[in-house]
């Protein structure tokens, strides 16, 4: 069985610091997306003009690293079930959905800390508005394996409760 963990949560709220906290406690690959398209793409401008078509080199990826029978995690804002990236139809592949909570500051303090290092540019409205779809009811019904509410989280902590869900 391939084991897949999607990570879901705002900009912020700590997705690639579990994931990378994942890669390195339990041998998962980390795929970052954003760094994905930054590599293949450049930049945002030229990722908009290819959206559809980097997504799927993305798939493509992943499906990849997953055929070679590798443990992959990856993080996404929005849980939709009908997501490109999630192959519902693979039996042999277990995805685990992980929830990351944080509060709409910490969220906003965190994107305006990080800059754009290894991130697309994201203004403090548009962060507020991805968290405000984010916690919409559209979303709470989505099933989760885990939720982690990622705010002064002792890496410890977090790493227990993963424990519970990775094999």
């Known amino acids: ?41 450049g930049g945002v401008e030229n990722y908009r003009k290819n959206s559809k078509q980097a997504w799927k080199l993305l798939k493509a990826h992943i499906d990849s690293q997953v055929a070679l029978n590798r443990k992959v995690c990856f993080e996404l804002v929005f849980p939709e079930l009908e997501n490109i990236l999630i192959d519902y139809e693979n039996p042999t592949i277990d995805y685990k959905f992980v929830r990351v909570d944080v509060s709409l500051e910490t969220s906003l303090s965190r994107v305006d800390s990080r800059g754009l290092r290894q991130n697309f540019p994201k203004s403090r409205e548009f962060v507020t508005q991805t968290y405000n779809k984010f916690y919409s009811e559209q979303y709470k019904q989505f099933p989760f394996d885990l939720q982690i509410h990622n705010e002064n989280i002792p890496e410890v902590v977090l790493i227990e409760s993963l424990k519970n869900i990775l094999p």
């Open 1 to 41: 069985m391939n084991n897949v963990i999607i990570l879901f949560g705002v900009n912020g709220s700590g997705k690639s610091h579990i994931a990378k906290l994942i890669q390195k406690e339990f041998g998962y690959q980390y795929i970052s997306i954003e760094e994905f398209f930054i590599e293949n793409y």
